[in-house]
């Protein structure tokens, strides 16, 4: 599974102009593709693509009922869009809107409960790594969701290292690879998904991608270009 995560960026033309590319992309290959564009574009967006292989998410949303929450979407509103996914607990959100596993826990039920699959995003600091805390943060970032009620084979974990986001500089193999384990092993569930992110680039994906342990990718930068985005997903397919 390879998706791209747009974050904060394209007006509305662009944003139509770059999921007709990623249609394309998708209609290539056998690997599930997705792209998460801004919240405002998905409707149009799930409807141009409806027909395709193309899976569309969403960044972020929140586990409440309707009510008076400013700003918010919820998991029903996701599934009423024609989403397939939703990512969460993104460490721009972590950072940004004091987003915690604890805080978006119930959000992966409410996605599992929808039928859509939950991206969770997890992913040390480069202070955590060089005090070597890194296994114990990501397993910190991790327990909430053990015993919610849910099943964990639905959840999608997307290990991003904060350090390596945007910044060109993707953790070593073998750092991927342990960490990859270790969040089976936490999680108890040595089939799950288990993506990276962290400058994830046409240059960088053979390498991450030469190991077994390593599922797909969340890629950020790159996929606001579908040219780059298509040799990652190549990068997969010839692994
Ligand atoms: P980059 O690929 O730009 O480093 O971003 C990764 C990311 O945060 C995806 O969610």
């Not at 978006?104 to 939950?118: D, K, M, N, S, Y």
């Not at 959840?155 to 904060?162: G, H, K, L, S």
């Not at 690879?177 to 969040?183: G, L, N």
């Not at 092993?185 to 994906?205: F, I, K, N, Q």
């Amino acid at each position: 599974m390879i998706l791209g995560n747009w974050k904060m960026h394209t007006l509305k033309a662009d944003a139509l102009t770059l999921a007709a590319s990623m249609r394309t992309v998708a209609e290539a290959t056998d690997t599930l593709i997705g792209i998460c564009p801004p919240s405002l574009w998905v409707d149009q967006i799930v409807t141009e693509v409806a027909d395709s292989r193309l899976m569309v998410g969403v960044q972020d949303c929140v586990a409440d009922d309707f009510g008076a929450h400013t700003g918010c979407i919820n998991a029903a509103m996701v599934a009423n869009a024609g989403c397939a996914f939703a990512l969460l607990g993104h460490s721009e959100r972590r950072k940004r809107f004091g987003e915690t596993s604890q805080t978006i826990a119930p959000a992966v039920g409410a996605i599992l409960e929808t039928g859509l699959f939950p991206v969770v995003c997890v992913g040390e600091t480069e202070v955590d790594r060089d005090a070597g805390r890194a296994d114990q943060v990501v397993a910190e970032q991790l327990a909430p969701l053990v015993g919610q009620g849910f099943d964990l084979d639905g959840v999608v974990i997307a290990y991003e290292p904060v350090w390596a986001i945007g910044t060109g500089r993707v953790a070593t193999l073998a750092e991927i690879v342990a960490m990859h384990r270790w969040i089976r092993e936490v999680l108890e569930r040595p089939e799950l998904v288990v993506l990276y992110g962290g400058s994830v680039s046409p240059e960088t994906a053979s390498s991450i991608f030469s190991s077994d342990q390593v599922s797909g990718a969340l890629v950020g930068g790159a996929s606001l270009d579908a040219d780059k985005f298509a040799a990652i997903v190549a990068a997969w397919e010839t692994r």
